[in-house]
């Protein structure tokens, strides 16, 4: 299916239920296949994938969303041209968990612990700004990048601008941590650190 043009605010999932799903995706729970496109995707909360969970998001703008867990906008997605910015989650990733993201501008979002924009996902011409992580990867954690920008970031203890990432043309600027201010752990290829 396909959802276009229209803005999803204030959306919430429940908040005690033992099928895991009802609780995934407080604006948006995809089925397989799902296309949200040019849409604005804000105030929305759930336990993962504060604004959506799984689907394929074009030129969206996922805004001001938490999870009270992981992924405070966009669990287990798909993201091309989309802004993901003021997002939070109670947990891990505070923009994006276990996601795609190619193109996109990841922004102001926060963890409480791991992977301030993202955790565990793969990126490609991202630019990952003023993140933070309570913990560790203020712009991401445990994620693939390529030809990234990640720019004035902060986690409080290791890998402020990435933590246990491997990066390739990757920019790493005016990031900071306790340790490892721009990247710790993971692997670098043809980056730039300053």
Do not use: H, K, M
């Given at each position: 299916?396909?959802?276009?043009?229209?803005?999803l605010t204030n959306g919430h999932t429940v908040s005690a239920s033992s099928d895991l799903i009802e609780r995934n995706g407080g604006a948006a729970?995809?089925?397989?296949?799902?296309?949200?496109?040019?849409?604005?995707?804000?105030?929305?909360?759930?336990?993962?994938?504060?604004a959506g969970?799984?689907?394929?998001?074009?030129?969206?703008?996922?805004?001001g969303n938490s999870a009270s867990l992981d992924g405070g906008?966009?669990?287990s997605g798909t993201l091309f041209g989309?802004?993901?910015?003021?997002?939070?989650?109670?947990?891990?990733?505070?923009?994006a968990l276990a996601s795609a993201l190619s193109?996109?501008?990841?922004?102001?979002?926060?963890a409480y612990l791991d992977g301030g924009g993202a955790q565990g996902c793969a990126l490609f011409a991202c630019t990952l700004s003023s993140n933070t992580a309570g913990a560790r990867g203020g712009g991401m954690m445990s994620c693939t990048a390529v030809t990234c920008t990640v720019r004035s970031n902060?986690?409080?203890?290791?890998?402020?601008g990435a933590a246990f990432c491997d990066l390739e043309n990757c920019w790493i600027e005016d990031n900071r941590a306790v340790n490892g201010?721009?990247?710790t752990g993971g692997t670098l290829a043809n980056c730039v650190l300053t």
């Open positions: 299916g396909l959802l276009s043009g229209f803005t729970w995809c089925e397989p296949g799902a296309v949200i496109s040019n849409c604005i995707l804000t105030g929305s909360s759930a336990r993962n994938g504060g969970f799984r689907g394929s998001y074009f030129d969206c703008v996922l805004a906008c966009v669990s989309c802004t993901l910015a003021g997002n939070a989650a109670g947990r891990y990733a505070g923009a193109q996109c501008v990841v922004s102001g979002n926060s902060s986690s409080v203890s290791d890998g402020g201010g721009g990247t």
